[in-house]
């Protein structure tokens, strides 16, 4: 969405307006989310594809928690269990319980026909209806709290029984138009669908934005008058816009200054759009809150993600999931960390895959370090080059920092392990944990032939393979007797030297070379 047009009659929205915080009493939220999204040409339900990591309903819910606090709901159809599922996960109290509304629209009959399914939930027995309500789409993510806020300000000052949000757009193709009457005073008088719009009404830009305040008195009275009769055989919301015209209803309208914060995603390329604008806006909060981000733009940073004050993110840097991470950290280009929590001062060097891990404050991980889930990485504690973890506990200060795979491990406090330790810990059937005690010395090129213990303060020599226990303050080593015979690779050479073989190769070596040396200047290919 790019564009826009100054319009005399237009309520224009300010953004600076916050107008007051927390749930407005009397509102309540209906998100429209059961829709099909044909044009994202995907398998999954639209509303759940993600932007900065986080499914695009969430964005509306959200939105909707804020306004309006327990009284949100969610129009679930398409891939319904899924939505819900992903709401009720991401939304759940400390009793695991969401407060958001969830029902079902079972035909996709349209986005009137969305909302009307959530009559039951405001007019059971003994419940006041709401005074009004705010009707979101699903696929509207860059919608702004303030932006909102003023538009029930302009609702509630206008006394309407619709106010809608609009936007001016070069390119309004596939949205609905507002079409206004010149001859009373440019009020809005109804909205027209793209396919239902004539040649002079696709000329105009102003479009529905998909977001609208609508008195409770009015909704549902409206929505079953509604009927399908356009050119998509849908009961269309957008309809109670001409149905309060003809009942002399006053219906409002409030432009958005910035066109983009309308963006209703369609397409995949529209999802990419609302990618760029929700991670740009993620930068610039991290930033705004004390994160130096060297190179803003290749830093890739979750909406789920929360970072520490005077940690540095380089270049290339992605932070994923619900990562937390704590102050004064450093995080190296090619990272990739995901559902990760990283205490204070932590140093994570170029290139590491960092998965549902631990990691405690003042550890040093990288580069190329892998910590597939369940890792924990005690105070201090250093895990180096190609060292690949997996469900294990490294203590205090030990450290695992060249070559080694350590997996279903406990590791006690100030533990070497040496270059190129392997915890066997599968033998083609079962998982076996490996158990080593505080102060453990793991020479390089130590196998640990699961389950296995070693006892506090023990030595493994370089190169053995521990099968059995061992007990504190002890020393392993497993090794074949070495073998070494003087001058033995000396006899060996002037054996090969003395073959025919050898022999032959040397002959036509140096015929070759004297063949070489008759035309000077040319060298052998
Ligand atoms: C809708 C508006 C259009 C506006 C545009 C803004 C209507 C009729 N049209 O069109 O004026 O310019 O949004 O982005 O409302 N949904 C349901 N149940 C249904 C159909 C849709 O829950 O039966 C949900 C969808 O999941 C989606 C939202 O309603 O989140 C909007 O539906 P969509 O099909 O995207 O409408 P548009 O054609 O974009
Ligand atoms: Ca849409």
Not at 83 to 111: C, D, F, M, W, Y
Not at 427 to 437: F, L, M, P, S, W
Request: net charge positive; hydrophobic share 35%; with cysteine.
């Amino acid at each position: 969405m790019s564009g826009s047009k100054e319009q005399d009659s237009v309520q224009r929205h300010t953004t600076t307006a916050h107008r007051g915080k927390g749930p407005i009493p009397g509102l309540a939220v209906v998100i429209m989310a059961a829709g099909l999204g044909k044009r994202m040409q995907s398998k999954h339900a639209k509303v759940l594809h993600p932007i900065a990591g986080r499914a695009m309903v969430l964005y509306s819910v959200e939105l909707g928690l804020r306004v309006a606090g327990d009284r949100v709901a969610v129009v679930v159809g398409h891939q319904a269990d899924r939505v819900g599922q992903v709401i009720k996960e991401s939304t759940a109290g400390h009793n695991g319980q969401t407060p958001i509304l969830i029902v079902e629209q079972r035909e996709l009959l349209g986005t009137g026909h969305a909302v009307l399914q959530t009559r039951p939930l405001f007019t059971g027995s003994g419940r006041a209806m709401p005074g009004q309500f705010l009707i979101l789409n699903g696929d509207t993510p860059l919608l702004q709290e303030a932006t909102i806020r003023q538009l029930l300000v302009v609702h509630q000052a206008e006394q309407a029984a619709v106010t809608i949000m609009t936007a001016q757009l070069d390119d309004a193709s596939g949205y609905g138009r507002v079409v206004r009457e010149p001859s009373s005073g440019n009020r809005v008088s109804r909205i027209v669908e793209d396919g239902d719009a004539d040649a002079n009404e696709k000329l105009i830009c102003e479009i529905n934005v998909g977001t609208y305040v609508v008195d409770g008195s009015f909704l549902f009275s409206a929505l079953e008058q509604l009927q399908p009769t356009n050119a998509q055989g849908e009961y269309y919301l957008t309809d109670i816009v001409q149905a309060a015209v003809q009942q002399g209803r006053p219906v409002a309208a409030v432009l958005l200054d910035d066109p983009n914060e309308g963006l209703g995603v369609n397409t995949r390329r529209q999802l990419a759009e609302a990618e760029l604008v929700v991670r740009r806006q993620l930068r610039d909060r991290w930033m705004d809150a004390g994160v130096r981000l060297i190179d803003p733009p290749s830093t890739w940073i979750d909406a789920g993600v929360t970072i520490g004050k005077d940690t540095v993110l380089y270049p290339n840097v992605m932070l994923e999931g619900r990562t937390t991470i704590g102050e004064d950290c450093i995080v190296r280009s090619g990272a990739r960390i995901t559902d990760c929590v990283v205490g204070n001062g932590v140093e994570i060097l170029d290139h590491c895959i960092l998965r549902e891990s631990h990691i405690e404050d003042g550890s040093t991980l990288g580069p190329f370090t892998h910590l597939r889930p369940h890792v924990t990485v005690r105070k201090g504690a250093k895990i180096g080059n190609f060292v690949e973890a997996k469900k294990t506990d490294l203590g205090e200060g030990s450290k695992a920092n060249h070559l080694s795979y350590i997996g279903d491990a406990k590791i006690g406090k100030g533990v070497n392990i040496g270059a190129g330790t392997i915890t066997c810990n599968y033998d083609g059937v079962r998982k076996a944990e490996t158990v080593i005690g505080d102060g453990v010395f793991i020479g390089s090129d130590t196998q640990l032939i699961a389950p296995v213990t070693v006892g506090r303060g023990s030595v493994i020599a370089a190169g053995t393979t521990v099968t059995e226990n061992v007990p504190d303050d002890s020393l392993v080593i497993s090794r074949l007797p070495q073998v070494t015979r003087a001058g033995w690779a000396a006899k060996r050479r002037a054996l090969i030297e003395s073959t025919p073989e050898v022999q032959t190769k040397r002959s036509v070596k140096t015929t070759q070379t004297k063949a070489y040396r008759k035309k000077p200047g040319k060298k052998p290919r």
